[in-house]
């Protein structure tokens, strides 16, 4: 079973607090994307990444692939309530149709 | 653009009832998904279409089938429903997003569904 893992599963930081949201594996993805999920709707997708090494910014957001594309990084800069929500990230190989899923990390930003 | 659609957005159903989950996207992607997802599972792939014509099964395909009507519409039917296919169930497509040169995946809003 390929297996994506995020950490960490649950995190609740007050506004302006800085941090981030791994997603490993073992094996190489060709592209990994991110997505914001909030209650009752489906997940949005933030970013792909798709080169090994690459940085990605969105405002506050910043998306690392790693060098040997098998893991990925999520780094939020002073964290604020709207960014509260489920964090997934997902991983497609090289071939395949399928993406691989990682379970999540739940944030939580107190006002 | 509406991106993906899915109806209906909840639905209850008795043990042993009927239905099918109704999936449309309007952005000309090729592959079309089906995924699942319950508290503390993450999402799970029930079927996936790579492109019309073929589906293929996914992790958790037991209880479910799945047709694809055309290149924008793509169907999830359970035959007789079990209390244990209470779940979100999602629709995706995935195609090359605008200015993008690789695939990305884009999801639907959902449909809630409750088995009695």
Same mark, same amino acid.
């Given at each position: 079973t390929q297996l994506l893992e995020q950490s960490p599963q649950f995190l609740s930081i007050q506004e302006g607090e800085n941090l981030t949201v791994y997603c490993n594996s073992s094996s190489v993805f060709s592209s990994l994307q991110w997505y914001r999920q909030e209650p009752g709707e489906g997940p949005v997708l933030l970013v792909t990444v798709v080169t090994g090494g690459e940085v990605k910014k969105l405002k506050r957001l910043t998306f690392q692939f790693g060098d040997a594309r098998k893991d990925s990084s999520l780094h939020i800069t002073a964290?604020?309530?709207?960014?509260t929500g489920l964090y997934l990230c997902a991983g497609l190989h090289s071939g395949t149709y399928k993406y691989i899923f990682g379970t999540g990390t739940r944030l939580k930003v107190l006002a | 653009n509406a991106g993906v659609t899915q109806t209906p957005k909840f639905q209850v159903l008795k043990t042993g009832q009927s239905m099918t989950l109704q999936c449309a996207q309007?952005? *000309?992607?090729?592959s079309m998904y089906w995924y699942r997802q319950d508290p503390g599972m993450g999402l799970r792939l029930i079927y996936y279409s790579a492109s019309e014509g073929t589906t293929d099964k996914g992790e958790v395909p037991n209880g479910y089938n799945v047709s694809?009507? *055309?290149?924008?519409e793509f169907s999830l039917r359970l035959e007789s429903a079990a209390p244990s296919q209470t779940s979100v169930y999602f629709c995706a497509s995935t195609g090359q997003g605008p200015g993008a040169g690789y695939n990305e995946q884009f999801f639907g809003p959902g449909t809630r569904l409750t088995v009695l």
């Open positions: 964290a604020q309530p709207g960014d | 309007d952005m *000309n992607h090729n694809r009507l *055309n290149k924008r």
